[in-house]
């Protein structure tokens, strides 16, 4: 028996997820669900609350499924209740995965995304080609929603060969809606439009029914108008990013792994690493003082921050194990209380400075080399809170132009533009420590 199986197998047994059979319809694992939650013989986890995904008209877990590649997690968040699952082609082996985990199960009881780049010049028969390999891989006769990955500009969501690729692929019964996903534009490609003014455009345009979008409790000026104007107009949103307190932690490991190992700074990094350690310091006294360290508590308060916003359908998670599902899908149905509210204002006010706004970029113009920052700090988000090592350092290697290494000899211009004072210098130097490749 293999490892995999009996994490699966144990998982199972104590969540009692057996209820749970692979034909339930959404409304009836939610049945299920709340009727084991008031079992004392099965006291486990599972999802308790249901939010209506927008026009789609689509019941989908407040918490669901984001990359993740090992099949039995996948399959075990359905049963504990997830029934909304993000993919995109740009995402290695994981369609293959996802369609491997769902396979058997009622296709009514599941929302599955899966998204496209749009590259420039791309024609209509380009994008129906990719979208039936995606099709294929998945396994699916259909998916329910295939989106716009991350356009760079407004102008972008117009491309008429997307759109009618997606009109063909609807009238096949292939497609039933169109989305769009952001979570800040790729500064090294095509400047400098923000999330907010892409997705507003979005929804001006009328064609895309669900969004999928950065947010969080420390990055929320511009997500909140997008939020409001999707309630507005029925557009079903699902958020990503939603727990920033990780950086603060993952940052701190790298620093200690680099003391321990004795490992020489190159002296041109001195002034970066210097701006970034002295903010990094009074962190942590201010981390002590206030109560804020322990990690998962900090990670639980900032998933029920966005689990209490209304106009929230669903928050994509990153369970890469079975105790991260657990965890996570505890958090189903909650809301914030008074003293973590008060715990995240705390690491705003003490922490904040060391989290680079995903889909923010604002500094950017100001560096003399044309360094992603944004980009490259998401990169390390996703090697340090995601546990995604290998695609973070495939994405980072694969940036055309100046990566972070220019960084070194730079006199940090863009932590000069930063308007929340992020020492993005030193975490740049931190983060090419981190991606490049051996």
């Keep these: ?24 319809a959404a409304g009836q694992a939610h049945a299920a669900g709340a ?5 004392e013989a099965s006291p486990a986890p599972r999802i308790r609350e ?5 026009r789609t008209g689509f019941k989908v877990s407040d918490l669901s499924c984001g990359f993740i590649l090992d099949e039995g997690v996948i399959r075990a968040s359905y049963e504990a209740g997830m029934n909304y699952f993000d993919s995109a082609e740009q995402y290695p082996g994981h369609h293959r995965a996802l369609g491997r985990a769902l396979k058997g199960l009622d296709r009514k009881s599941f929302f599955v995304t899966t998204k496209l780049q749009v590259e420039k010049d791309t024609s209509k028969e380009g994008f129906l080609k990719r979208a039936r390999k995606s099709l294929e891989e998945l396994g699916l006769d259909s998916v329910d929603c295939l989106m716009m990955h991350c356009p760079e500009k407004a102008d972008t969501l117009k ?14 019964g292939r497609v039933r809606h169109v989305g769009v996903s952001q979570h800040g534009t790729f500064w090294f490609r095509d400047p400098e439009e923000t999330m907010e003014k892409i997705l507003l455009a979005a929804a001006e345009d009328g064609r895309f029914d669900v969004f999928l979008m950065a947010y969080n409790f420390l990055r929320r000026d511009n997500a909140e108008k997008v939020l409001e104007v999707c309630r507005e107009k029925k557009i079903g949103v699902a958020l990503m990013k939603t727990t920033p307190t990780g950086i603060y932690h993952t940052l701190k490991s790298r620093v200690e792994d680099l003391e321990k190992n004795n490992k020489e700074v190159h002296p041109l990094y001195a002034d970066g690493l210097a701006r970034y350690r002295e903010k990094f310091e009074a962190a942590q006294d201010f981390i002590r003082e206030h109560g804020l360290t322990n990690p ?13 916003n209304s106009n929230v359908a669903t928050a994509c998670c ?18 914030l209380t008074s003293p973590e509210k008060g715990k995240l204002e705390a690491f705003s006010e003490g922490c904040g400075e060391l989290y680079c706004r995903h889909a ?33 350092m495939g994405f980072y290697a694969s940036i055309p132009g100046a990566r972070a290494d220019a960084c070194r000899d730079c006199p940090g211009s863009c932590e000069a533009a930063c308007p929340y004072g992020v020492p993005a210098q030193g975490m740049l130097l931190l983060a090419h420590e981190t991606l490049t490749m051996p």
């Design 318 to 335: 990153q369970t890469q194990t079975y105790s991260d599902l657990r965890a996570i899908v505890r958090l189903s149905g909650t809301r």
């Design 296 to 308: 998962e508590e900090m990670r639980d308060a900032a998933i029920r921050f966005v689990l209490g």
């Design 360 to 392: 923010c970029g604002l500094c950017e113009p100001s560096c003399p080399h044309g360094v992603p920052v944004n980009t490259i700090l998401r990169y390390q988000h996703y090697f340090a809170a995601q546990g995604r090592e290998k695609a973070a």
């Design 50 to 54: 249901y939010r209506t995904l927008g």
């Design 35 to 39: 009727s084991a939650l008031q079992s």
């Design 159 to 172: 491309t008429e060969g997307f759109h009618a690729a997606m009109a063909e692929l609807k009238t096949e």
């Design 1 to 24: 028996m293999s490892t995999c199986r009996l994490n699966r197998r144990q998982f199972i047994k104590t969540t009692s997820l057996g209820a749970f059979g692979a034909g339930l």
